[in-house]
Every structure is written in C-alpha cells, then in structure tokens.
C-alpha cells in the first residue's frame, strides 16, 4: 500500500486544517488507517484510528472533541479534521495502514510520508 498525505500548513491558534491521505496499491477498506504524529524532540504517537469496519478511536482525551476521522472507501482516502487547533499540535502529522488499530507506531504496516502542521500566532 502507498500512502500521500497532505493538508498540512500554518494556521493560527484556533483554527482548522483537514488532513488527507490518499492510499493506492491495494484494497483500502480491508485496513484499518491511523493517523500518527511526531513534534521536534518527540516520540511518534498515536492520534487516532478507524477500522475496517468504521470503529474510530482517539488516543489522547486532549484531541477528542477537537480532531475527527473519517474514511471515504470509494476515494481511497482516510481524513483528519482537526478544529479549534493548539500551539501543542505543531507536528509532523503521519498516515499508516495495518490490520488492526494500535496505538503503538511500530504497530503499523504501512507509512506515508509526514504533512506538517505549524500552529502558531
């Protein structure tokens, strides 16, 4: 599976930006896509995942309410809307595809290249 995502850019505190990630190579509804993260200094983590079978989780309670998943299996695309956006977020912002959901980045089957997300004022 090829994974390319885009979306990212500059975006004052506050605002939105909506992630894509474009997947080719194989049959994308049979993975479940996670949406990773990396800030300078940082450990890889986990931002959210929904399944095969359309079952999102969010691994922080910090982006609940703020950051969305979603998946268009007709577009082979996974989707990350991210609202009311922190200084914190300011990361390299990663796709991935495997088998099940985890958290874990080394979990993952599949990368694509990063998008950066820059929030600041």
């Known amino acids: 599976v090829q994974l390319q995502a885009s979306g990212g850019g500059l975006v004052q505190p506050g605002g939105s930006l909506r992630l894509s990630c474009v997947a080719s190579g194989s049959t994308f509804s049979d993975y479940a896509m996670s949406w990773f993260r990396q800030a300078p200094g940082k450990e890889r983590e986990g931002v959210s995942c929904i399944s095969n079978s359309d079952d999102i989780e969010y691994y922080s309670d910090s982006l609940k309410g703020r950051f969305a998943t979603s998946r268009d299996n007709a577009k082979n695309t996974l989707y990350l809307q991210m609202d009311s956006l922190e200084p914190e977020d300011t990361a390299l912002y990663y796709c991935?595809?495997?088998?099940?959901?985890?958290?874990?980045?080394?979990?993952?089957?599949?990368w694509g290249k990063g998008t950066q997300v820059t929030v600041s004022s």
């Open positions: 991935a595809a495997s088998a099940y959901c985890s958290p874990i980045h080394y979990g993952m089957q599949y």
